[in-house]
């Protein structure tokens, strides 16, 4: 990534300039806290995360877990060097069933979610429909797919009730050994319009790692203790300071400030490591776009049998909705019959 725009805070001589004040929607900014051996991002979605959102109707417990679910997948996807998907998908045994969100590099996503609308109702009522509550247990796969010749990757991550924030931290502790720190936002933004009030959804996040020249500064204090005996004092870990303080600073992002339009990404990281220097890096956009296509349809609905496709017409025709756009394509049954 190339350091297009700096911005110095500290006094060596590089070109400085202030922060830009407003946000950019729809994009996601690489940083860096040289100061403190951390590197980040910030994502901050505008229309796209509402283009995703609103195309669902989803209740808004449900739509506010995608979306931390989208910003997950951004912040996590976009770091990604090679050109493929990134797919994040839960499968749990709460409310909530299954979440999917699907980025495609350089920037494009979309995402869905399947749940039990009786339970999501439930837990409404109940005051339980927090993120971790409508998840429930079960895992969390991270899943990159460079297309059909190559090797997927797979993460697997528990979700043990505490949300997406929870597993993430788990997964890097565990599966990277990168010690890392994720919040996420999602809201609804009420604005005044014609024919009475809009309302709209915006998310954001941010990720800082912590990523020393020598491995041994990275370890973390919060690891298992062990086959230890029982009564044994927990071992405890000096846990390097730079990154102390940098997780400190993440922690301390409120979601207001994630999802505000008045704060432009690059407010938001000066506000939080100017005291130390921040270096932001060129910002890439973020787009909501479904990859469905008549032609796709058409192609899947051919690779059914027969029989299993004339169950589908109804009134003469075959309807298929897109999951995750909710895009409906309608086939004449001849138009989807099998190639002679
Ligand atoms: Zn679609």
């Known amino acids: 990534m190339v350091p297009e725009h700096r911005l110095e805070m500290t006094n060596i001589d590089i070109p400085v300039r202030a922060p830009a004040l407003t946000s950019v929607d729809d994009t996601i900014l690489p940083f860096e806290v040289a100061a403190l051996d951390s590197r980040g991002r910030v994502v901050r979605l505008g229309p796209s995360i509402d283009t995703i959102l609103a195309a669902h109707d989803y209740p808004p417990p449900v739509a506010k877990l995608l979306g931390e679910a989208v910003v997950l997948t951004v912040l996590l996807g976009s770091a990604l060097k090679i050109e493929g998907r990134f797919i994040l998908q839960t499968q749990t045994d709460g409310p909530v069933r299954m979440l999917v ?12 979610a399947r749940f039990d609308g009786d339970a999501v109702a439930a837990a409404i009522a109940a ?10 247990r079960g895992l969390l796969a991270m899943t990159i797919d460079q297309g059909a010749d190559m090797n997927r990757y797979q993460g697997v991550v528990a979700l043990d009730g505490g949300g997406l ?4 931290h788990e997964y890097f502790r565990r599966s990277e050994q990168i010690p890392t720190r994720v919040r996420l936002a999602v809201g609804e933004e009420v604005s005044a319009g ?3 009030a809009r309302h709209s959804w915006r998310a954001g996040g941010v990720l800082l790692q912590f990523l020393p020249k020598a491995a041994e500064r990275m ?4 690891l298992d203790p062990g086959d230890a005996p029982e009564g044994t004092a927990p ?8 990154w102390v ?6 922690d301390s992002v409120e979601d207001v400030e994630l999802i505000d339009s008045a704060v432009s990404s690059e407010r938001l990281v000066y506000r939080l490591f100017h005291e130390r220097g921040v270096r932001v890096f060129r910002d890439a956009p973020i787009r909501a776009q479904c990859s469905c296509s008549r032609d796709g349809v058409g192609a899947m609905l051919r ?4 029989d299993d496709r004339k169950h589908m017409v109804k009134d003469g025709e075959i309807t298929v909705t897109c999951e995750f756009c909710s895009s409906t394509y309608v086939f004449r049954p001849e138009e989807v019959a099998d190639a002679q």
């Not at 005051?127 to 429930?136: I, P, V």
């Not at 370890?219 to 919060?222: L, S």
């Not at 303080?245 to 993440?250: C, T």
């Open 194 to 196: 014609h024919g009475g």
């Open 219 to 222: 370890r973390t204090a919060d």
């Open 127 to 136: 005051g339980q429909a927090d993120s971790g509550a409508l998840l429930g």
């Open 303 to 306: 690779s059914f049998s027969v």
């Open 165 to 168: 924030e929870a597993a993430a």
């Open 101 to 112: 969100v699907d980025f495609t590099t350089p920037d494009r996503m979309r995402a869905c």
């Open 245 to 250: 303080e940098g997780r400190a600073m993440v």
């Open 235 to 242: 071992h405890q870990v000096q846990e390097d300071e730079a």
